[in-house]
């Protein structure tokens, strides 16, 4: 599986982006698409999941009513919008994706064994 984010870039306080992670190569039915965050001197941190089947979304409370994860089956994409963002959001974002995820893990990067090329994201204040 390869996945390919796009979607970064420079925005002022309080403005909006959409992040996209697509999917290329086998897919399986019953797998998870994440993205994480690292910002400069600091460790990966989840943002946010959705199990493929069903669509249920999984939100960091940093981020939660701020962003939003949605899915294009068809395209096999995901899309994380991100509105009202913040200073603090300023980071390198990565999409992953795994299978069979035990629900209690999916907030692990370590869960994750398919990852996508970073994408910038920086707020401006």
């Known amino acids: 599986v390869q996945l390919q984010a796009s979607g970064g870039g420079l925005v002022q306080a309080g403005g909006s982006l959409r992040l996209s992670c697509a999917a290329f190569?086998?897919?399986?039915?019953?797998?998870?698409m994440g993205w994480f965050r690292q910002a400069s001197g600091k460790e990966r941190e989840f943002v946010a999941a959705?199990?493929?089947?069903?669509?249920?979304?999984y939100y960091a409370d940093a981020v939660k009513g701020r962003f939003t994860l949605s899915r294009d089956s068809a395209k096999v994409t995901v899309y994380l919008q991100m509105n009202s963002l913040k200073p603090e959001d300023t980071a390198v974002y990565y999409c992953a994706a795994d299978y069979n995820i035990i629900l209690s893990t999916v907030r692990r990067s370590s869960s994750y064994d398919y990852w996508g090329q970073g994408t910038q994201v920086t707020v401006s204040s």
């Open positions: 190569g086998r897919t399986f039915s019953n797998y998870y």
């Open positions: 959705i199990r493929w089947i069903g669509g249920s979304t």
